[in-house]
T-cell receptor
Framework: GQQLNQSPQSMFIQEGEDVSMNCTSS?????WLWYKQDPGEGPVLLIA?????ELTSNGRLTAQFGITRKDSFLNISASIPSDVGIYFC???????????FGQGTRLTINP | GAGVSQTPSNKVTEKGKYVELRCDPI?????LYWYRQSLGQGPEFLIY????????DSGLPNDRFFAVRPEGSVSTLKIQRTERGDSAVYLC?????????????FGPGTRLTVL
């Protein structure tokens, strides 16, 4: 089945640093979504991307839908303590409704 | 407005028992999804409802798993003869409709532990 390869698996950064993570796939996706999950909670939607090449921002977050439709990245600028958590990319293929998730990137911020 | 709610938040059961997990989607959302998340992994799709009907149940692991949505709103995921390998967080999500342009909004999940 479809798989998303998300990297890095974990990041340890200093507060104030910028963060970058990405997802790649061998399959083409119609939609890319980025979620954040805190312990004991469900994933919370951060950004949705619908067109190849699309670049979308949400505050300090910026995400892009790769031109080949097989990849996406998420950047977080000037990280703050509340950015700590696990970030997931997820994709939808055309004609299907099931999200395919990456393995997650665990972000830890050193004060 | 109210988000997706799931009950119970935690369920501990013994191997071989039957369990039911409930999902209450965002009001007006016609599409409802169930996912399962194992420790350290991303969620994995189980089943998708459009209205009352299961439009895609390809993610259900075996016939011990079944889900219903009789009135097109609340959904129940049912697991028969539970096994230790069923232990996971079961997540429910809803979206306004089933098109690819609708984001899925998740509930907090039910953590199922099978002893």
């Amino acid at each position: 089945g479809q798989q998303l390869n998300q990297s890095p698996q974990s990041m340890f950064i200093q507060e104030g640093e910028d963060v970058s993570m990405n997802c790649t796939s061998s399959s083409i996706f119609n939609t890319w979504l980025w979620y954040k999950q805190d312990p004991g909670e469900g994933p919370v939607l951060l950004i949705a991307l619908y067109k190849a090449g699309e670049l979308t921002s949400n505050g300090r977050l910026t995400a892009q839908f790769g031109i080949t439709r097989k990849d996406s990245f998420l950047n977080i600028s000037a990280s703050i303590p509340s950015d700590v958590g696990i970030y997931f990319c997820a994709g939808l293929i055309q004609g299907a409704q099931k999200l395919v998730f990456g393995q997650g990137t665990r972000l830890t911020i050193n004060p | 407005g109210a988000g997706v709610s799931q009950t119970p938040s935690n369920k501990v059961t013994e191997k071989g028992k039957y369990v039911e997990l409930r999902c209450d989607p965002i009001s007006g959302h016609t599409a409802l999804y169930w996912y399962r998340q194992s420790l350290g992994q991303g969620p994995e799709f189980l089943i998708y409802f459009q209205g009352t009907g299961a439009a895609d149940d390809s993610g259900l692991p075996n016939d011990r798993f079944f889900a219903v949505r009789p009135e097109g709103s609340v959904s129940t995921l049912k697991i028969q003869r539970t096994e230790r390998g069923d232990s996971a967080v079961y997540l429910c999500a809803s979206s306004p409709s089933g098109s690819s342009y609708n984001e899925q909004f998740f509930g907090p999940g039910t953590r199922l532990t099978v002893l």
